[in-house]
């Protein structure tokens, strides 16, 4: 079915939040946004104290904040109340080991409520949260913790045993290590965090914290370098607020799952913090994806606001849209998705499968909140990404002459950029002065997507405009990946790209050129995998290798992966001037 345009009736978005587009976005203000959270006495403000703990002191704290369904459909159910007080502990267990305000909490966990917990109660204490994706192996997990000068982690035994352990007495920094499903007593240097959570009082006075202090760090990653730190504040809290309100419409009697982890920023910005501001109720499944489980969560939690991803989409879309007809779906008003483009294709299947199709948004680890977006009183296009929020300027530009200039006409593709100074903006990459301020020019804020916006002021996304991978919706800098083959002692060179995938938009493939003495076989080509795999974890690691003599470079020995990628995919070279010759 080609659809250009799903158009909305009024019944179709009746009490949404934003009911207008043009009128909301003229007369928005952040100042008015921020109006609608209580802050802290004396002008502070703390994203705990928002998400948390005004719902209990303004008499909410009945009302179901998080209901967690463990793998083995267990169910423990946690009221605003409830994580007041285990979010006071925990900043109690922190506040007593001495983790004081701005220092870095880590966690290394799958979806387990001591994550929601952690990250609540680290914010709490007015220290700064750190989380990490539990499938990172060793390596993402080493270089992340020491660019944040890590003081504390808290993981499993089992992850800290395999991931951590081994080269815990490189980081200086790191003083305590929380453990979780500890077997017995725990490893040398580490502590319970069950029992020290069972001493620890139930009452805590959140850390007067000032809306420019930091609060949480994401990484993120790049073409070149070490991954990027992105350093953001409890102001971001005003636009997680407001953008849970705009472009998911959450309610406060909304039942809203989020299925991305909070090892990525949408897990934490809206897997945690916006639901809650929002006083839902979330939904948090710490299982993997399985058609079958998500229909009947969907249909058994009643669920009314659902975000999720591309990826996951097109593997319903795989299942068939037979199976939703299966499950009562009806109490569910609300689809989004995000992270990476979604196909006309599963917009249109959404229609199909659910009467009502996925509204695709788009945002980056730097602005912290959704940007653009489709919204329930607006007509969707299917395969555009949406308008900009209210309260963010979006452009497209391009350098001429080495100005940033804005490109007016429709449909002209140019780079994305947004103007700086909405609440959740990135302040910093940590410790990167010089890679943050490349991203500013001519009072933009470039977001390195190439994108084209049409006649309506919708924006159509077109691809990147640097080496970055996005797999299964999450972003993998090349440069890491290619680090850890370096360290095989076969591999002489390597460049890393990411190929087409129908399933995850794109999988990470390697080509290594060999030392002299070193065969290129298949044994070989199994223990470089298994070699990545060990390191960098199944969310990094290249899922393909391939054997190359010679990879192209430039002149000056920058391997290029355009190149790479456009010789594998049969397409047009393009410009090779900077090609050394010998190679072409
Ligand atoms: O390239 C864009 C892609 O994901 C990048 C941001 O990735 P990350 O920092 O991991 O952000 C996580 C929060 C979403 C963007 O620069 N991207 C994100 N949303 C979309 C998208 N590409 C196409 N369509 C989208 N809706």
Same mark, same amino acid.
């Given at each position: 079915m080609a659809l250009d345009r799903i158009r909305k009736r009024p019944e179709d978005h009746a009490g949404a939040n934003l009911d207008d587009y043009e009128r909301c976005a003229a007369s928005f203000s952040w100042t008015q946004a921020r109006s609608l959270l209580d802050g802290l006495p004396g002008g502070g403000l703390n994203i705990a104290h928002e998400a948390v703990d005004r719902h209990v002191q303004a008499g909410r704290g009945g009302k179901l904040a998080l209901r967690w369904i463990g793998r083995d459909d267990q169910i423990r159910d946690f009221s605003y109340a409830d994580l007041a007080a285990q979010t006071s502990r925990? +900043?109690?267990? &922190? +506040?007593?080991? *001495? $983790?004081? %305000?701005?220092?870095?909490?880590?966690? &290394? &966990? @799958?979806?387990? =409520?001591?994550?929601?917990?952690? +990250?609540l109660g680290t914010l709490k204490n007015g220290s700064v949260f750190s989380p990490l994706f539990s499938a990172f192996g060793p390596e993402p997990i080493k270089a992340r913790m020491s660019i944040g000068g890590a003081k504390v982690l808290i993981t499993s035994e089992a992850f800290y045993l395999r991931k951590v352990e081994p080269w815990r007495k490189e980081l200086d920094s790191l003083a305590l290590v929380l453990l979780t499903e500890c077997s017995g007593n725990p490893p040398t240097a580490t502590v319970d965090l069950a029992a020290v959570m069972t001493a620890a009082s #139930?009452?805590? #006075?959140? !850390?007067?914290? #000032?809306?420019?202090?930091?609060? &949480? /760090?994401?990484?993120?990653?790049?073409?070149? *370098?070490? =991954? %990027? @730190?992105? $350093?953001? !504040?409890? #102001?971001?809290? /005003? +636009?997680?607020?407001?953008?849970g309100r705009f472009a998911l419409d959450l309610h406060a009697d909304d039942i809203f799952w989020c299925t991305a982890d909070p090892g990525w920023i949408t897990g934490t910005s809206y897997g945690i913090v916006s639901p809650l501001t929002n006083g839902a109720t979330m939904i948090v499944d710490q299982a993997e994806f399985d058609a079958e489980r998500w229909y009947r969560i969907l249909q058994d939690q009643k !669920?009314? !606001?659902w975000y999720t991803a591309p990826t996951a989409i097109r593997m319903l879309m795989k299942a068939g849209a037979q199976i939703p007809k299966r499950f009562d779906l009806s109490r569910l008003r609300f689809i989004s998705s995000v992270g990476e483009p979604l196909n006309p294709e599963a917009v249109v299947w959404g229609v199909e499968a659910f009467g009502k199709p996925i509204h695709d948004n788009w945002w980056q680890t730097e602005t912290g909140g959704i940007m653009i977006s489709n919204y329930p009183a607006m007509d969707v296009k299917p395969g555009s990404m949406g308008r900009p929020l209210p309260g963010i300027t979006a452009g497209i530009v391009e350098r001429r002459n080495g100005e940033i200039c804005e490109i007016d006409k429709p449909m002209a593709m140019g780079e994305l950029a947004l103007r700086p100074g909405w609440p959740s903006m990135m302040r910093a990459y940590l410790h990167e002065e010089e890679r943050y301020r490349k991203c500013f020019a001519g009072g933009w804020y470039l977001t390195g997507d190439l994108a084209m916006r049409d006649a309506d002021g919708y924006y159509w996304f077109v691809g990147r405009s640097d080496d970055v991978i996005k797999s299964a919706g999450h972003l993998v800098g090349p440069f890491e990946v290619e680090s850890a083959l370096m360290e095989h002692p076969a591999v002489a060179e390597v460049g890393v790209i990411g190929l087409p995938d129908p399933a995850a938009g794109e999988m990470v493939k390697a080509y290594v050129a060999l030392k002299e003495g070193f065969e290129a076989n298949e044994l070989l080509r199994k223990e470089l995998l298994g070699h990545a795999r060990k390191r960098l974890g199944p969310a990094v690691a290249p899922k393909d290798i391939a054997f190359r003599q010679n990879l192209p470079k430039t002149r000056s020995g920058k391997i290029m992966r355009r190149l790479l990628k456009a010789r594998e995919l049969g397409l047009p070279e393009g410009d090779i001037s900077t090609l050394e010759s010998e190679e072409r």
């Open positions: 925990f +900043a109690n267990v &922190l +506040a007593q080991f *001495g $983790v004081g %305000k701005g220092e870095r909490v880590y966690s &290394l &966990l @799958g979806r387990s =409520p001591e994550l929601y917990i952690a +990250a #139930e009452t805590f #006075e959140t !850390v007067r914290t #000032e809306p420019e202090d930091m609060a &949480l /760090v994401h990484f993120t990653s790049g073409t070149t *370098g070490r =991954p %990027k @730190g992105a $350093v953001h !504040v409890h #102001e971001a809290v /005003v +636009a997680h607020h407001i953008t !669920v009314t !606001v």
